[in-house]
């Protein structure tokens, strides 16, 4: 599908497990992606902002793949989580690397 149906800024709106407390989801018409969180952190306040850079394609019934970057699209890595497209929702699913249960953030267009 094309990119501009999902184009659009997507903000943190609830989160299970220990994901991002805060921040946004940018998708933009050319398939290009940024994520930019916060995590609370034991003393209350809020992380550093983390930014993962990459490219994003939408396929039919939502299913969204994610080619995420850390440090500004600096790593090497690239971080794949499950991600699903339901209108305005956009949901991240993946594993807690503590082996807890899968953390899963839904994120509403603004």
């Known amino acids: 599908l094309r990119p501009f ?16 407390a805060s921040g946004t989801i ?12 916060r995590y609370s952190q034991a003393t209350g306040t809020a992380s550093q902002e ?23 699209g600096r790593s090497a890595y690239v971080w794949q989580p499950s991600a699903t497209l339901n209108g305005d929702v956009l949901q991240l699913q993946y594993p807690d690397p503590a082996d807890g249960p899968d953390i899963v953030e839904l994120y509403r267009r603004q």
């Open 5 to 20: 149906i999902a184009q659009g800024t997507y903000g943190v709106e609830s989160v299970t497990g220990r994901g991002a």
């Open 26 to 37: 940018v998708l933009t018409a050319t398939g290009a992606v940024a994520r930019r969180v």
């Open 50 to 72: 983390y930014v993962a850079l990459g490219t994003f394609r939408l396929h039919a019934g939502g299913a969204l793949e994610l080619r995420l970057q850390e440090d500004g």
